[in-house]
C-alpha cells in the first residue's frame, strides 16, 4: 500500500497502487525523467511511436535552447520527423487560433506524435492539438515556470477569451536541468512562486475537510509536502542557477502534478492564492493588457492568504491555523528564490486589491478560506485591514 512513497519521480510514471485514502490510484503518465542531460532521453521515451512520423514544435527561442538537439537526437536515432518552427523572434507565442490552427495544418497524415519543446504555450497548443486527435505528445520542458507540465487542462485563448479546456496528459516529461538553467530569470521566478502557492493550497485543502467533509488524500499531501521541503531547501541555488535547485524545482512542479493525476483532485496543486490570480489575471484580460506570469501573481498571493489565516485564528477549526506559515516566513522564502513578494510589487494598485479579496472567492465554485471568511462575517473587514497593511 502507498508503496508510490518510496520512489523517485522519475520511477513514478504508470504506477497504480491501492492507497490508505480507500481509493485505488493510477498515474497514467508513461515516462519523466528530470535530470542533468536527460534530452538524451527523447529517443527512447519516443521509441514506441517510430512507425509513425514525428512532428516536433518549437519557437524560435526554444529551438536555440533545445529544439536543434531534440532534432537531431530522433533523426540519429532514425525517426521520420517534420519541424514546425513558430518564427517568434523576441515575442511570445499566444496559445490562440492561430497557434493551434498552424500545429493542425503541419499535421502530415500518419503522424504518431508530436514533441513539444517549450513551456507555456507550446506545451499547451500541443496538448490540445493531440488531445483533439487522439494521439500522445511528448514535452521537453524549457522553463520550470509552471505547473502544467503534468496536468490535463489546456489554456487557450479563443476569439480574445482565456479557457481552460479539459485536454489530456503528456505520454512523457523530459526535464533536462542544463536545459532549464537556460530560462530567463522572471520564469524561474515565476515556478517558483507557482510552488511557493502550494502551501496555502494543502492548508485550504485542510480546511475544507473539516468544515465541508471533502475529501482527502494523504498520501497525495505527503508527496506534494515532501517536493516542496526539497525545493524550499535549495531555494537560495535558484537566482543563481544551480542544477540541483532547478531540478527540485522542475520535481516540485512535476510532483503537484502527479497528486493531481492520482486523485483528479486540483487541491494539492491550487488554493485561494490561485483565485487571486485568477482575479487579477481577468482584471488584466478585461483591460486589454499582458497578465504578469502566473506563478508570480500566485507568489506574491500566498503571503496574503496566509495572514487571511492569522486574522481568523480565533475562529478557524482546530489544528489548521497551525498549519499555515506566517506571511513573514513566506515573504522570505520567496525572496530567497528571487520571487516579488507582494502585490504592490508586480502592479497590483490598491483597488484591484481589495476588490480581490471581495470577489476572489466567486472565481471557482470551491470552497475557500474567502468563503470561510464571509460566512462568519468577516470578509469586509479583513479586505480593510489587509488593503491597509499592504497600501498604508
Ligand atoms: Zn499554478
Ligand atoms: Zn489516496
Same mark, same amino acid.
Given at each position: 500500500?502507498? *508503496?508510490?512513497?518510496?520512489?523517485?519521480?522519475?520511477?513514478?510514471?504508470?504506477?497504480?497502487?491501492?492507497?490508505?485514502?480507500?481509493?485505488?490510484?493510477?498515474?497514467?503518465?508513461?515516462?519523466?525523467?528530470?535530470?542533468?542531460?536527460?534530452?538524451?532521453?527523447?529517443?527512447?521515451?519516443?521509441?514506441?511511436?517510430?512507425?509513425?512520423?514525428?512532428?516536433?514544435?518549437?519557437?524560435?527561442?526554444?529551438?536555440?535552447?533545445?529544439?536543434?538537439?531534440?532534432?537531431?537526437?530522433?533523426?540519429?536515432?532514425?525517426?521520420?520527423?517534420?519541424?514546425?518552427?513558430?518564427?517568434?523572434?523576441?515575442?511570445?507565442?499566444?496559445?490562440?487560433?492561430?497557434?493551434?490552427?498552424?500545429?493542425?495544418?503541419?499535421?502530415?497524415?500518419?503522424?504518431?506524435?508530436?514533441?513539444?519543446?517549450?513551456?507555456?504555450?507550446?506545451?499547451?497548443?500541443?496538448?490540445?492539438?493531440?488531445?483533439?486527435?487522439?494521439?500522445?505528445?511528448?514535452?521537453?520542458?524549457?522553463?520550470?515556470?509552471?505547473?502544467?507540465?503534468?496536468?490535463?487542462?489546456?489554456?487557450?485563448?479563443?476569439?480574445?477569451?482565456?479557457?481552460?479546456?479539459?485536454?489530456?496528459?503528456?505520454?512523457?516529461?523530459?526535464?533536462?536541468?542544463?536545459?532549464?538553467?537556460?530560462?530567463?530569470?522572471?520564469?524561474?521566478?515565476?515556478?517558483?512562486?507557482?510552488?511557493?502557492?502550494?502551501?496555502?493550497?494543502?492548508?485550504?485543502?485542510?480546511?475544507?475537510?473539516?468544515?465541508?467533509?471533502?475529501?482527502?488524500?494523504?498520501?497525495?499531501?505527503?508527496?506534494?509536502?515532501?517536493?516542496?521541503?526539497?525545493?524550499?531547501?535549495?531555494?537560495?541555488?535558484?537566482?543563481?542557477?544551480?542544477?540541483?535547485?532547478?531540478?527540485?524545482?522542475?520535481?516540485?512542479?512535476?510532483?503537484?502534478?502527479?497528486?493531481?493525476?492520482?486523485?483528479?483532485?486540483?487541491?494539492?496543486?491550487?488554493?485561494?492564492?490561485?483565485?487571486?490570480?485568477?482575479?487579477? *489575471?481577468?482584471?488584466?484580460?478585461?483591460?486589454?493588457?499582458?497578465?504578469?506570469?502566473?506563478?508570480?501573481?500566485?507568489?506574491?498571493?500566498?503571503?496574503?492568504?496566509?495572514?487571511?489565516?492569522?486574522?481568523?485564528?480565533?475562529?478557524?477549526?482546530?489544528?489548521?491555523?497551525?498549519?499555515?506559515?506566517?506571511?513573514?516566513?513566506?515573504?522570505?522564502?520567496?525572496?530567497?528564490?528571487?520571487?516579488?513578494?507582494?502585490?504592490?510589487?508586480?502592479?497590483?494598485?490598491? *483597488?484591484?486589491?481589495?476588490?480581490?479579496?471581495?470577489?476572489?472567492?466567486?472565481?471557482?465554485?470551491?470552497?475557500?478560506?474567502?468563503?470561510?471568511?464571509?460566512?462568519?462575517?468577516?470578509?469586509?473587514?479583513?479586505?480593510?485591514?489587509?488593503?491597509?497593511?499592504?497600501?498604508?
Amino acid at each position: 500500500m502507498d *508503496e508510490i512513497l518510496d520512489m523517485t519521480i522519475n520511477e513514478m510514471p504508470l504506477a497504480e497502487f491501492d492507497c490508505s485514502c480507500g481509493r485505488h490510484h493510477s498515474f497514467p503518465v508513461h515516462d519523466i525523467s528530470i535530470r542533468k542531460g536527460a534530452i538524451e532521453d527523447l529517443p527512447r521515451v519516443c521509441a514506441p511511436f517510430k512507425d509513425g512520423k514525428l512532428l516536433v514544435v518549437f519557437d524560435s527561442n526554444t529551438y536555440e535552447v533545445a529544439g536543434r538537439k531534440a532534432v537531431e537526437l530522433l533523426k540519429d536515432a532514425g525517426f521520420d520527423v517534420k519541424e514546425l518552427l513558430f518564427e517568434t523572434g523576441k515575442d511570445i507565442l499566444i496559445p490562440d487560433e492561430r497557434t493551434v490552427g498552424r500545429i493542425l495544418l503541419e499535421c502530415e497524415l500518419g503522424t504518431s506524435l508530436i514533441v513539444a519543446v517549450g513551456s507555456g504555450s507550446i506545451n499547451d497548443s500541443v496538448k490540445f492539438v493531440t488531445s483533439r486527435m487522439k494521439i500522445p505528445y511528448v514535452v521537453v520542458g524549457t522553463a520550470p515556470s509552471m505547473d502544467g507540465y503534468v496536468s490535463d487542462g489546456a489554456p487557450v485563448i479563443i476569439a480574445g477569451r482565456k479557457y481552460s479546456p479539459l485536454a489530456h496528459l503528456t505520454y512523457g516529461l523530459i526535464g533536462d536541468t542544463d536545459i532549464l538553467a537556460t530560462a530567463p530569470q522572471d520564469l524561474i521566478s515565476a515556478g517558483f512562486g507557482d510552488v511557493v502557492g502550494k502551501i496555502t493550497a494543502l492548508v485550504d485543502w485542510d480546511l475544507s475537510v473539516k468544515v465541508t467533509g471533502e475529501y482527502r488524500c494523504d498520501t497525495c499531501c505527503t508527496l506534494t509536502q515532501r517536493a516542496l521541503d526539497k525545493c524550499f531547501a535549495t531555494a537560495d541555488g535558484l537566482p543563481r542557477r544551480d542544477g540541483e535547485a532547478l531540478g527540485a524545482l522542475m520535481e516540485a512542479l512535476t510532483m503537484t502534478g502527479v497528486a493531481m493525476a492520482l486523485i483528479n483532485v486540483s487541491r494539492p496543486a491550487s488554493g485561494t492564492e490561485h483565485l487571486f490570480s485568477h482575479f487579477w *489575471e481577468m482584471d488584466s484580460i478585461a483591460r486589454g493588457e499582458n497578465p504578469h506570469h502566473h506563478g508570480l501573481q500566485v507568489g506574491v498571493a500566498t503571503p496574503v492568504v496566509a495572514r487571511i489565516y492569522q486574522l481568523l485564528s480565533d475562529i478557524l477549526p482546530e489544528g489548521t491555523a497551525e498549519m499555515c506559515p506566517s506571511p513573514d516566513e513566506i515573504r522570505a522564502l520567496l525572496a530567497c528564490g528571487g520571487a516579488p513578494t507582494t502585490p504592490p510589487e508586480i502592479g497590483i494598485g490598491r *483597488e484591484l486589491f481589495h476588490d480581490s479579496v471581495m470577489g476572489a472567492a466567486d472565481v471557482r465554485p470551491r470552497y475557500s478560506v474567502l468563503r470561510f471568511a464571509r460566512d462568519n462575517g468577516r470578509l469586509e473587514s479583513i479586505a480593510d485591514q489587509l488593503t491597509q497593511e499592504l497600501y498604508g
